[in-house]
């Protein structure tokens, strides 16, 4: 309680606005007032700016103190607490409101599992260990339901406004014992439809889906919920009915509010019922700063080339393999699919853009790619519309992949990421650009307009990702990442040697 009663005390000497006064109190006594009138029009939003990072500070500091008088049983960890120590350290920038706000929340998950440890199950070695078909039939026999005690996040908002960075700080802070897991959520539904598959002629093999995937991991991480594929929609409120049911708690990140996911979608009446599911088993919230923090980056340091410069990107290729010869490769992905790489070498990738877009591969073939290829060099990337609409949802998806595995990328591209997309637009934007009425016709219109609400906040999020992608302080962690694992690999060889 002392930490917290000193953050309080601090609290009752910030700053206030009322009117056209600005006070410094200290409980009831008035330290000093100055008056709007007194702060000259140069030096306002120097002096809010100051005023709103004060604020800020002292809120964080009330929460810091606040998270670890409450975490005191447990070693005063969790989330808030790390967070506060990166950005002492300077491997974080100072953070926003928003993300205190949010930090809150995660803080709040963090210790009601920690409280709720034994009645969630999240001890790994104290689970049941009933594979998932007899988990199935013992269901049959002595009906169970099991919902958690603890309520799970739903967090979204804005590209680049941390929400990933968040979910990775608040599951890094989690017991190494615990039934956990992280994961992008095209990957979580590629599995899941691989388990189906597996699965076939039982009477509910999305039961036993689940339950194979709770017995795994109770607390469930998935980074970028985004639903566009019919088939993903059509059995997600099931799917998660049943691992609810089965106790799972889940923490989501998504760029889209619940009501607004699979906006436009085919059957979207079938999905509705999900987001009710959503909304009563996890608490939904919003992240709303409009700082992009991927864009804070040194961009345009990398191997980004606009133009149609093809020798330049193939030689930047051959320096990066070195001594070793490119050759044509094969890459196996699920359920026995495989992927022909023209040119594979030294753990790089040389791919015409027609051959990884413009052909009917999806999230499971870029997966496979980058389980052997860490860098990827990609040749004619063109300015998307509605004559490559498909094209443009494999590039996005493509880039998704490639981020959440930390690959490096060369490209050449036919301008710009932002003017890549500036053909798709959502139709909030389509109706701002060319309101309709009666008396219009269709003379004007641009019919290279692409107006796609998925892709179109997609796209955000793709333009950002690829900004970072291209900066020095990316390039630098993906170099660092390689000498890492190089080390390891030759500990590793040493070791065996020694055996």
């Not at 992009?292 to 990107?313: C, M, N, P, V, W």
């Not at 959502?426 to 650009?433: F, K, L």
């Not at 962690?477 to 694992?485: E, K």
Request: net charge neutral; hydrophobic share 35%.
């Amino acid at each position: 309680m002392r930490g917290t009663t000193r953050a309080l005390r601090h609290v009752l000497y910030c700053s206030r606005i009322r009117g056209d006064h600005l006070c410094l109190q200290n409980g009831s006594r008035k330290v000093s007032t100055l008056r709007a009138e007194a702060v000259c029009s140069s030096s306002r939003p120097f002096a809010e700016k100051e005023i709103n990072r004060y604020l800020c500070q002292t809120a964080r500091s009330l929460s810091i103190s606040m998270a670890s008088d409450s975490a005191g049983d447990v070693g005063k960890s969790g989330p808030l607490i790390e967070y506060e120590r990166r950005i002492a350290s300077g491997e974080l920038v100072d953070g926003d409101a928003f993300q205190v706000d949010t930090l809150r929340l995660l803080q709040r998950l963090y210790d009601q599992l920690i409280e709720h440890e034994d009645s969630c199950h999240l001890d790994r070695y104290k689970a049941s260990k009933k594979a998932g078909r007899s988990r199935w039939l013992w269901s049959r026999l002595v009906p169970q339901s099991s919902y958690s005690p603890v309520k799970g996040l739903y967090l979204y908002g804005g590209v680049g406004t941390g929400k990933t960075m968040l979910m990775d700080l608040f599951y890094d802070q989690l017991p190494s014992n615990w039934r956990k897991r992280r994961r992008h959520f095209h990957d979580f539904m590629l599995d899941v439809h691989s388990r189906l598959q597996m699965h076939k002629g039982v009477a509910d093999p999305l039961e036993v889906v689940a339950g194979e995937i709770s017995d795994e991991s109770i607390l469930l991480c998935l980074d970028e919920f985004m639903v566009t594929d019919v088939a993903d929609a059509l059995i997600l409120n099931r799917l998660f009915k049943h691992l609810f049911i089965k106790g799972l708690v889940l923490l989501s990140t998504s760029n889209r509010a619940p009501d607004n996911l699979y906006e436009g979608g085919l059957q979207r009446d079938l999905f509705l019922p999900f987001i009710d599911t959503l909304k009563e088993r996890c608490i939904a919230h919003e992240i709303g700063s409009s700082t992009d923090y991927r864009k804070l980056t040194s961009a345009e340091q990398g191997f980004y080339f606009i133009g149609h410069d093809s020798a330049r990107l193939k030689q930047k290729f051959l320096n990066l393999i070195g001594k070793e010869t490119p050759r044509p490769q094969v890459v196996e992905v699920v359920m026995g699919r495989h992927l022909q790489v023209p040119l594979g070498a030294n753990g790089c990738a040389y791919f015409p853009f027609v051959d990884l877009c413009d052909k009917p591969l999806g999230a499971a073939d870029y997966l496979g790619l980058f389980e052997k290829f860490h860098t990827l060099a990609l040749d004619g990337v063109p300015k998307f519309s509605i004559q490559n609409r498909s094209a443009a949802y494999r590039f996005v998806t493509l880039v998704d992949v490639m981020y959440e595995n930390k690959s490096r990328l060369l490209c050449t591209a036919e301008t710009s990421p932002i003017e890549l997309f500036e053909k798709i637009v959502t139709i909030a934007d389509a109706q701002r650009m060319s309101p309709r009425s009666s008396s219009r016709s269709l003379k004007g219109d641009d019919l290279d307009l692409c107006v796609d609400n998925e892709l179109g906040f997609a796209k955000e999020r793709t333009i950002s990702r690829l900004t970072e992608m291209n900066s020095r302080e990316y390039l630098e962690q993906h170099q660092s990442r390689l000498l890492g694992m190089a080390k390891l690999e030759v500990e590793e060889n040493n070791d065996a040697l020694l055996v």
